[in-house]
């Protein structure tokens, strides 16, 4: 059984919003187009769903490539970049974090070990409502961590961010990169 934490329902299946213990298990192929058995929590539906259902696990449009970028139009996808940290993305519309303001709240795209090397096009839309708090951890912030990667295009607002060291709303820290028309609008502390 694989655990599922970057599975929003709210994005992929809004039927399902709220439930709980939900997990998907057996994959097959891999990459976006992998399939799977989803397994949702059948207390709290009006349906036995307790066999499975074979979907399509495909998180983006898009083939990540820079003739055809991954399309990011939901949190959740914007989440599950981390797992292609080489690819190429481009957001299609606004994205609100609220959901993932709990506990330590936004876990940063790439670290130190592996960082994120693509580009991200944020196609003149906005991020809001990054709350990130990490104050034991570094390279902090939407993105972690970059290299030899473009970041472009896009705003966040109502940021709030804490972490060790290397701070910031956008990016942690990095090496060779470029940031252009971009802008953050919150509070970030380093501890």
């Given at each position: 059984?694989?655990?599922?934490?970057?599975?929003?329902?709210?994005?992929?299946?809004?039927?399902?919003?709220?439930?709980?213990?939900?997990?998907?298990?057996?994959?097959?192929?891999?990459?976006?187009?992998?399939?799977?058995?989803?397994?949702?929590?059948?207390?709290?539906?009006?349906?036995?769903?307790?066999?499975?259902?074979?979907?399509?696990?495909?998180?983006?449009?898009?083939?990540?490539?820079?003739?055809?970028?991954?399309?990011?139009?939901?949190?959740?996808?914007?989440?599950?970049?981390?797992?292609?940290?080489d690819k190429h993305f481009k957001?299609?519309?606004?994205?609100?974090?609220?959901?993932?303001?709990?506990?330590?709240?936004?876990?940063?795209?790439?670290?130190?070990?592996?960082?994120?090397?693509?580009?991200?096009?944020?196609?003149?839309?906005?991020?809001?409502n990054l709350s990130i708090d990490r104050p034991s951890?570094?390279?902090?912030?939407?993105?972690?961590?970059?290299?030899?990667?473009?970041?472009?295009?896009?705003?966040?607002?109502?940021?709030?961010?804490?972490?060790?060291?290397?701070?910031?709303?956008?990016?942690?820290?990095?090496?060779?990169?470029?940031?252009?028309?971009?802008?953050?609008?919150?509070?970030?502390?380093?501890?």
């Amino acid at each position: 059984m694989v655990q599922c934490p970057t599975l929003h329902h709210t994005d992929f299946l809004p039927e399902y919003s709220g439930r709980t213990n939900n997990y998907i298990s057996n994959p097959s192929g891999s990459g976006s187009g992998a399939k799977y058995q989803l397994y949702l929590n059948s207390t709290d539906l009006t349906r036995d769903v307790s066999s499975g259902i074979e979907v399509e696990f495909k998180t983006f449009k898009g083939n990540g490539t820079k003739e055809d970028p991954y399309l990011i139009s939901r949190p959740g996808q914007l989440d599950s970049v981390r797992y292609y940290l080489d690819k190429h993305f481009k957001q299609i519309a606004d994205l609100n974090l609220i959901d993932y303001s709990l506990g330590s709240g936004w876990n940063p795209i790439g670290d130190g070990e592996n960082a994120f090397t693509g580009t991200y096009d944020g196609k003149n839309h906005k991020i809001i409502n990054l709350s990130i708090d990490r104050p034991s951890e570094n390279y902090t912030g939407l993105f972690g961590y970059i290299n030899n990667s473009i970041v472009k295009n896009f705003a966040l607002e109502i940021v709030n961010i804490t972490g060790n060291e290397d701070v910031g709303g956008l990016v942690g820290s990095g090496e060779v990169g470029d940031i252009i028309r971009f802008y953050s609008r919150g509070n970030v502390t380093e501890k």
